[in-house]
């Protein structure tokens, strides 16, 4: 399982600096297969210490196990935030 991409990625606006929310659609390979667009919500949120918390959310029902598809996300997004892929 992998996370081929995040679309339709939109940003949130919040009133508090330290933590940036974000919708998207999520697309997952399983094996050799793409499973169907699952619409996620996101946040990175900055840490007193400097750290960045990644957390996500499904808002509709995954077709694949959910623990590593969080796992896998959360890698991924880290990922685009280190890019500045994130709007």
């Known amino acids: ?3 081929e991409h995040l679309s ?3 940003r949130i606006p919040l009133a508090i ?7 998207a659609a999520a697309l997952m390979q399983i094996g050799d ?4 667009p699952a619409r996620i919500e996101f946040s990175l949120e900055l840490s007193p210490f ?7 959310r499904f808002l509709d029902q ?3 196990p959910l623990v590593p598809a ?3 996300l959360k890698e991924h997004i880290q990922t685009l935030d280190k890019e500045g ?3």
């Open 70 to 72: 969080l796992r896998l």
């Open 17 to 23: 600096d330290y933590r940036r929310l974000y919708r």
């Open 1 to 3: 399982m992998n996370v």
């Open 85 to 87: 892929a994130l709007p």
């Open 8 to 10: 339709e990625i939109e």
């Open 50 to 56: 400097g750290s960045q918390e990644v957390s996500v």
């Open 62 to 64: 995954p077709e694949y």
């Open 33 to 36: 297969r793409s499973a169907t």
